[in-house]
């Protein structure tokens, strides 16, 4: 089992940056692949990008490619999202997943099993 809680969201200008976090609780979790998925209003959810449970290995959706960067620290068993240039498209609550499997890849393929709570992302204009 692994908990997994998002901190980070919040208001921002377009061209700023946010940084979103997600600690993992559990005694797998520096060994499953993470990703971040977002929800925007009337829409479905969508991958953003996912890390490899070593960290070697990242992947993102085209739309974040360039501006978006993920990360984890398996000491601190925290995964990051660092979001530059936003824009206000990138509105929407933002969670963290986790495989149930271990030593995942993190692609948008991979199976996530564990869900954070959200966190909102709000860019304005």
């Known amino acids: 089992q692994v908990q997994l809680v998002e901190s980070g969201g919040g208001l921002a200008q377009a061209g700023g940056s946010l940084r979103l976090s997600c600690a993992a609780s559990?005694?797998?979790?520096?060994?499953?692949?993470m990703g971040w998925f977002r929800q925007a209003p009337g829409k479905e959810r969508e991958f953003v990008a996912g890390?490899?449970?070593?960290?070697?290995?990242?992947y993102y959706a085209d739309s974040v490619k360039g501006r978006f960067t993920i990360s984890r620290d398996n000491a601190k068993n925290t995964v990051y999202l660092q979001m530059n240039s936003l824009k206000p498209e990138d509105t929407a609550v933002y969670y963290c997943?986790?495989?149930?499997?271990?030593?995942?890849?993190?692609?948008?393929?991979?199976?996530?099993?564990?869900w954070g709570q959200g966190t909102q992302v709000t860019v304005s204009s």
């Open positions: 997943a986790a495989e149930r499997a271990a030593y995942g890849l993190g692609s948008p393929q991979t199976k996530y099993d564990y």
């Open positions: 559990g005694r797998t979790a520096s060994r499953v692949a």
């Open positions: 890390i490899q449970w070593s960290g070697g290995r990242t």
